[in-house]
């Protein structure tokens, strides 16, 4: 069997040729936040700096489909439009002022990271304290009882891999490492580029993170899952979390060892 080389919509581009379109509205001077749901979504949109509707929806209910409408409409969230990726949602204006901080910078392929970083964090549920780090690295922060995971997200992008190989030689020495790859034929490019560097990395891959939630290491027969990291973060979350939800659901996917890898196969599509 072939390795997955299926993609998911926030891959990127190995040309470095997506781009993207912001909707801004003003501020609305009259808005009051009138409900839990757009509470809810205030602080998924402080934590998560850029998402899906796919995504809040998922972690906080069908009702954030229309809050999300109200707040963008309220100059609370910004659109992002790219043309060859679901919306993406982050941060406008009024919400900035109202936390008092910066907008997140709106610039690839940093943006594409942080949303499939994001997807590993929805897929556990929200039952770990989490929060998208920024442009540079690590892509998100994840803390799962006493330990600290970076979580790093390289895409399809021109000099992505001098990007993760930086990030790693900066990881902070009590930090643990999470890969999210936008392929498992990337992660086991990784994996066996990372090897030498004599530190335990966990993988996984978009496709992987579609529904389920699951983790694997690289060994010298390709990727077993790593039932222990998938273990702890079952019974050892933070269920007093903000957003804390039941709905952790754990991939019983099992990759087949022993799978020799595949050259990148993707077409470029220039943007509409």
């Given at each position: 069997m072939e390795i997955e080389r299926a993609y998911g919509p926030f891959c990127?581009?190995?040309?470095?040729?997506?781009?993207?379109?912001?909707?801004?509205?003003?501020?609305?001077?009259?808005?009051?936040?009138?409900?839990?749901?757009?509470?809810?979504?205030?602080?998924?949109?402080?934590r998560l700096k850029f998402f899906t509707k796919h995504q809040a929806v998922r972690l906080?209910?069908?009702?954030?489909?229309?809050?999300?409408?109200?707040?963008?409409?309220?100059?609370?969230?910004?659109?992002?439009?790219?043309?060859?990726t679901p919306p993406i949602y982050t941060q406008g204006p009024g919400l900035a002022e109202l936390l008092g901080t910066q907008r997140p910078h709106v610039r690839m392929p940093g943006l594409l990271r942080v949303v499939a970083a994001n997807q590993l964090y929805i897929?556990?549920?929200?039952?770990?304290?989490?929060?998208?780090?920024?442009?540079?690295?690590?892509?998100?922060?994840?803390?799962?009882?006493?330990?600290?995971?970076?979580?790093?997200?390289p895409r399809l992008w021109p000099g992505e891999d001098l990007w993760l190989d930086?990030?790693?030689?900066c990881m902070d020495a009590d930090a643990r490492?999470?890969?999210?790859?936008?392929?498992?034929q990337h992660a086991l490019e990784m994996a066996a580029s990372l090897v030498t560097k004599g530190i335990l990395v966990r993988y996984t891959w978009d496709t992987e993170l579609k529904e389920a939630f699951c983790l694997f290491r690289y060994t010298a027969r390709g990727f077993v899952v790593d039932e222990?990291?998938?273990?702890?973060?079952?019974?050892?979350?933070?269920?007093?979390?903000?957003?804390?939800?039941?709905?952790?659901v754990v991939s019983t996917?099992?990759?087949?060892?022993?799978?020799?890898?595949?050259?990148?196969?993707?077409?470029?599509e220039k943007p509409k």
């Open positions: 990127g581009d190995p040309e470095g040729a997506l781009t993207v379109r912001c909707v801004s509205y003003p501020p609305d001077p009259g808005f009051v936040v009138r409900s839990d749901t757009q509470a809810e979504l205030i602080d998924f949109a402080a906080l209910g069908a009702a954030a489909e229309r809050q999300l409408k109200a707040l963008h409409k309220a100059g609370y969230l910004d659109l992002l439009l790219t043309g060859r897929c556990l549920g929200g039952i770990v304290r989490y929060e998208a780090a920024g442009e540079e690295w690590p892509t998100a922060v994840l803390t799962a009882g006493s330990n600290i995971y970076w979580v790093l997200a930086s990030a790693v030689d490492l999470i890969i999210v790859a936008p392929s498992e222990k990291a998938v273990d702890f973060f079952r019974g050892h979350g933070d269920n007093e979390s903000e957003g804390a939800s039941p709905s952790f996917t099992r990759p087949e060892h022993d799978r020799g890898r595949n050259n990148l196969n993707t077409e470029t």
